[in-house]
């Protein structure tokens, strides 16, 4: 199981370099239909995206967890904006398999929300302050501190299976893109628990 794990949820840490085809495309939306070899979704810009899956599709399930959860030596994958004070404000921690830990490591622009940043790294401090919580993250020789507010997503992974996968949910994939505009992808985090993907 920890195996399954680790290998699904690096797409949560997954750096969208530029390189040759196919590139990682990150896909938000609503799953409209699911049969082995397709997944169908409607994006939140309102296009349908057929992606192709194979057998031994990787389905993720969601785990809700709070602040207090998250604990020095976690790997965990940020979601981040910058805020008023030169730093930056969380919009959602994803908490990773300790056996995830030094993968993608680094921070890197995304496209959650207007000027954000994905920030894969170890929880190297925590401190609760007057009205938020001050995660302190280390990659390489580099240090970022942020500050989570009560507000933000919180979530760690378990498996999951098809039936997940029904119409209406919400799912989060990093699709291969072909150069011919088709989709694929080995992996899809699927809401449930009544968590939906954050990231």
Do not use: C, Y
């Given at each position: 199981?920890?195996?399954?794990?680790t290998?699904?949820?690096?797409?949560?840490?997954?750096?969208?370099?530029?390189?040759?085809?196919?590139?990682?495309?990150?896909?938000?939306?609503?799953?409209?239909?699911?049969?082995?070899?397709?997944?169908?979704?409607?994006?939140r810009?309102?296009?349908?995206?057929?992606?192709?899956?194979?057998?031994?599709?990787?389905?993720?399930?969601?785990?809700?967890?709070?602040?207090?959860?998250?604990?020095?030596?976690?790997?965990?994958?940020?979601?981040?904006?910058?805020?008023?004070?030169?730093?930056?404000?969380?919009l959602?921690?994803?908490?990773?398999?300790?056996?995830?830990?030094?993968a993608?490591?680094?921070?890197?622009?995304?496209?959650?929300?207007?000027?954000?940043?994905?920030?894969n790294?170890?929880?190297?401090?925590v401190?609760?302050?007057?009205?938020?919580?001050?995660?302190?993250?280390?990659?390489?020789?580099?240090?970022?501190?942020?500050?989570?507010?009560e507000?933000?997503?919180?979530?760690?992974?378990?498996?999951?299976?098809?039936?997940?996968?029904?119409?209406?949910?919400?799912?989060?994939?990093?699709?291969?893109?072909?150069?011919?505009?088709?989709?694929k992808?080995?992996?899809?985090?699927v809401?449930?628990?009544?968590?939906?993907?954050?990231?």
């Amino acid at each position: 199981m920890k195996t399954f794990l680790t290998s699904a949820l690096l797409s949560v840490a997954l750096v969208v370099p530029a390189f040759a085809e196919p590139r990682p495309m990150p896909v938000r939306g609503e799953v409209q239909s699911f049969a082995p070899g397709e997944l169908t979704v409607l994006s939140r810009n309102g296009e349908a995206l057929n992606i192709k899956t194979p057998d031994n599709l990787q389905i993720v399930s969601i785990i809700p967890r709070k602040v207090t959860d998250i604990a020095v030596g976690d790997a965990v994958s940020t979601t981040a904006v910058p805020n008023d004070a030169g730093g930056l404000t969380a919009l959602q921690v994803s908490i990773l398999p300790a056996a995830a830990a030094g993968a993608n490591q680094g921070q890197h622009p995304w496209d959650a929300a207007p000027d954000s940043v994905m920030t894969n790294a170890t929880i190297s401090g925590v401190a609760e302050g007057a009205s938020e919580n001050q995660i302190t993250m280390k990659f390489g020789d580099k240090t970022v501190k942020m500050e989570v507010p009560e507000t933000a997503p919180v979530v760690a992974f378990g498996p999951g299976d098809a039936s997940l996968l029904a119409k209406g949910k919400e799912v989060f994939i990093v699709a291969l893109k072909g150069d011919d505009g088709s989709l694929k992808t080995d992996r899809v985090i699927v809401e449930s628990n009544g968590v939906k993907p954050p990231m």
